[in-house]
């Protein structure tokens, strides 16, 4: 797999969670734009937050304030930072990657994706 998305769980609202992305060391993903995107039953998929190659994070209104996307120095491993978490966070979340230096906002646009991680928040 290209991408692994971890740390997924249950938490209560107001709570914490991380979650990792690892990438295979096969793809140059250091050139690549990042992303992380969720999906709720019975909703579409969304973009949660992206960073380009530059470092310029961006994240959907929902998130902002409380979400944080970040990568380690080797850009080998995304993480997203999930703090005062809400019952509207339950999803399942995805690690996506574009091979556009700058985000697309077409999800069509994201070359490799991940199998997912499940959120649930509970209040």
């Known amino acids: 797999a290209q991408l692994v998305e971890s740390g997924g769980g249950s938490v209560q609202a107001g709570g914490s969670l991380r979650l990792s992305c690892a990438t295979s060391?096969?793809?140059?993903?250091?050139?690549?734009?990042m992303g992380w995107f969720r999906k709720a039953p019975g909703k579409e998929r969304e973009r949660v937050a992206t960073i380009n190659v530059k470092g310029m994070p961006t994240y959907a209104d929902s998130v902002k304030g409380r979400f944080t996307i970040s990568q380690d120095n080797a850009k080998t491993t995304l993480y997203l930072q999930m703090n005062t978490l809400k019952p509207e966070d339950t999803a399942t979340y995805y690690c996506a990657a574009s091979a556009w230096p700058q985000c697309p906002i077409s999800q069509g646009d994201y070359h490799y994706w991940g199998q997912g991680t499940q959120v649930t928040v509970s209040s």
């Open positions: 060391e096969f793809t140059e993903f250091s050139t690549y734009c």
